[in-house]
């Protein structure tokens, strides 16, 4: 969306989409989510977007060390960080030479003309100075910035030295930044204090380049961007895997569970391990293991021994888990794991996201081993599902698989912080050891749930293990036992589909087309599908939570839609357990590229298949 | 490690499924002094856990009457870590093969010692892979002979008790199978000690390795006047390998892993209510 945004704007703007390119060493990120917290405080909604190389630090200035930041503000629901940036920020010629394609024509280009020199421009593989050519002016709207030189002006006073008043860039550009869309500076001067308290000079150099760049970005033309109209109850801006740890931390609480986290560090999940390790909960343990075997054996020996066993991780560590998700699901113990997917096999792309590991979450494992596996849609859902996936595993006595994924776990949105008392109500327990002798695979007959009992217990002494057990916990060599607990396991996994709340559809539920989407695709897909309907262009839309097992009326509902689209970021998972649960077949739409899906790819999509039908 | 004013037999540990062994089995020997040794520490079942991997070994949660776990193919000291990280107040004894212990669960092994947590592992070493009848182990000797190595192992065996000092365990000790009383007391010794206690425990399988006529000739008690803590000289023992010594090659104290866990958590809550306290609190 592009503003005309001149002083005065009667109208204001609905979204505006910036994005922040750098090398990865200028702060990119940080200048990020310091001006994504301004947004958030001063009531726009927003979504973010991090897109950062897999090394620290690349090589100065070259084009693969180039880290990128970009979110989408505005008022209502803001369901992607956008398609293409109205603002881009560019630190350097490399971050010009990646992001420029993708700046919407018409948008607005602020360039650190400071940094265009001659070898900056030869490591970025330009010739010439692109900031000078006419046909780039022609184009976009070029807001000559010299950023450097205006922060070392600014800093002519300050005791630090050259290399480090450098370092003040992103706080100028910041500066200008938040002067050019009307957000005030002292959020970020309060963060700037504590950040630094202990490094008064620092403080005061980040504050006055801050400053300084607010003056210069004044010169330039302002935006108006609408702010939500205040709503009750209270916000905060939350990215997927700070989600997903207070998700956790949420259900210890509600359950009156500690939990144990057995984590090893991996991207992109390695953040949920360390925000848990920094809680000062006495309810929360966690160890960084060895390995990823370790870290699921710890979880799983903790959790029978009354804790709740949690473990984080991404695809190849998931992997490495699969042994002990098998002992979770034959000793039916609660176990609960996210897989932050990233894009694969291997090490893949470390930093960049994929959905791939759908069909691994849902059958990778030997024998008959059926667990049930969940979605989060978007950053804040994340909380929602590891919450509900605690839940279930704890009831039902059964390894849970969450999957999120390298977009959700580090964009932003606004969550609201729910009532204690709401996640109260969600609770369900597990089935109470009844009186008499112990045996540790009776269940509950509503559920299927077998009867938990931690060690420390007198007269409930029991053994469990890999081994196949009868229902006293015996091993047992009985091929009737055998079938029938294998049918159990499978059964008990099952039911849950029977207590699933109704698909909803959003969309237009008349129409011959339903998109069916899973997990981080939902902010596109949902946003395409109001995109088309406000065209005239009719789209259903269905986003599954549960993948496993898929919900029972989802057979029936699709059987209504002649057209069965299914945008997934692999080459049709999803897909493929849809055809074979319909038996008819449905329509990939696939992309590996480690980038989200643009709005406008699902839209393009579903425009071609409706010119194909109109024209069959 | 709790105790009560119970009295326990050895007999109150033994449980109604028979063990599977071989007859003449070392394991026999092993679960008999760990019976002994439950008793002498009058262990209440209730507060008793035997984790186990897989392999003959594997079987013996089945054989002690407590909260047994018989988990993944050399996974033994995660588990047994994270039962102990629930429940610092458990018994907890992690049981195991040379195979599970040394070659498939052999990673967790320096970790688990540099942690030290308060449990015992005893590993039942018959230096062959008896369950999949007979394959050389990392501690059979070069040259065994056996359905993988048809001309000899060409690899050089492990040293156990050198590995557990070399990577800082705080008890470190040798029993055999065929020695039951002095066994069931390093066991206890093992379990008592603050930290973790490893115990190589050479348990000849009748069946695929028969050692009975090789090892006692070779046995040898560990000198009387060993000082336990001297690490360099434990060393020394246990690099000594014309002898089966028997007896505590090291022992020192050190804070456990449960102590160090305590310890952070009352760090972290120093420095603030826990982070989602603090986000709930915004309601009041």
Sequence with gaps: MNGNGADGEVEPLRALVVRLAGDSGDGMQMMGELFSESCALAGHALCTFVDFPAEIRAPQGTLPGVSAYQLQFGAGRTLTPGDRPDVLLVMNPAALRVHLCELASGGTLMADADTFNESSLRKAGYAQNPLVDPDLRLRFRVADLQITTGTLLALADSALGATEKKRCRNFYALGVLLATVDLPREPVLRRIEAKWRNDEAVALANSTALCAGGEAGVKLPRRNVARSAPRPGHYRKINGNEAAALGFQAAARIYGKSIVLGGYPITPASSILELLARNGSPAVKTVQAEDEMAAAGIALGASWAGSLGISVTSGPGLCLMAEFLGLAVMAELPLVVVDVQRAGPSTGLPTKTEQSDLLMALFGRHGESPLPVLAARSPADCFAVVFEACGLALRLSTPVLVLSDGYLASSSEIWRIPDPDELLAQRGDAPVVPDGDYQPYRRDLQSLARHLAPPGEPGHEHRIGGLEKNEQGWVSYDPGNHELMVKLRARKIRNIAQRLPPLAIEGDKEADLIIVGWGSTYGAIAAAVEKLCAEGRPVALAHLRQLAPLPADLPALLERFPTVLVPELNLGQLALLLQDRLLRKVVPLSKVRGQPFTVVEICERVRELSRGRRTA | ?284
């Excluded at chain 2, 065996?157 to 470190?172: E, K």
Aim: aromatic share 10%; glycine share 12%.
């Design chain 2, 1 to 284: 490690m709790s105790t009560t004013v119970a009295e326990f037999t050895p007999q109150s540990y033994k449980t109604d499924e028979h063990p599977i062994w071989c007859p003449g089995c070392g394991d026999f020997g092993v679960l008999d002094s760990l019976y002994k040794s439950l008793a002498g520490l009058s262990v209440n079942p209730k507060d008793l856990v035997v984790v186990s991997g897989i392999g003959c070994s594997g079987r013996t949660p089945g054989f002690v009457k407590s909260y047994g776990f018989h988990s993944v193919h050399g996974r033994v000291l995660p588990v047994a870590l994270g039962v102990k990280l629930a429940n610092p107040a458990l018994t907890v004894i992690g049981v195991g093969g040379d195979g599970d212990g040394f070659a498939i669960g052999g990673g967790h092994i320096p970790h688990t010692a540099r942690r030290n947590p308060d449990f015992t592992y005893l590993i039942m070493d018959n230096s062959t892979y008896g369950l999949t009848k007979g394959q050389y182990s990392p501690t059979s000797p070069l040259g065994f002979q056996a359905g993988s190595t048809p001309y000899g192992s060409i690899e050089q065996p492990l040293n156990p008790l050198a590995m557990l000092i070399a990577y800082g365990a705080t008890f470190v000790g040798q029993g055999y199978s065929g020695k039951p009383r002095e066994l069931a007391d390093l066991i206890t010794r093992a379990i008592q000690h603050k930290g973790f206690g490893f115990v190589n425990i050479l348990s000849p399988c009748i069946t695929f390795y028969n050692t009975y006529k090789v090892i006692p000739p070779k046995i040898a008690e560990v000198p009387k006047d060993h000082d336990v803590s001297n690490r360099a000289k434990a060393f020394e023992l246990a690099l000594e390998t014309d002898h089966v010594m028997l007896g505590v090659f090291y022992q020192t104290q050190r804070p456990t892993f449960e102590d160090g866990v305590a310890g952070v958590i009352k760090q972290a809550q120093a420095a603030g209510p826990p982070r989602l306290e603090a986000i709930f609190a915004e309601f009041s």
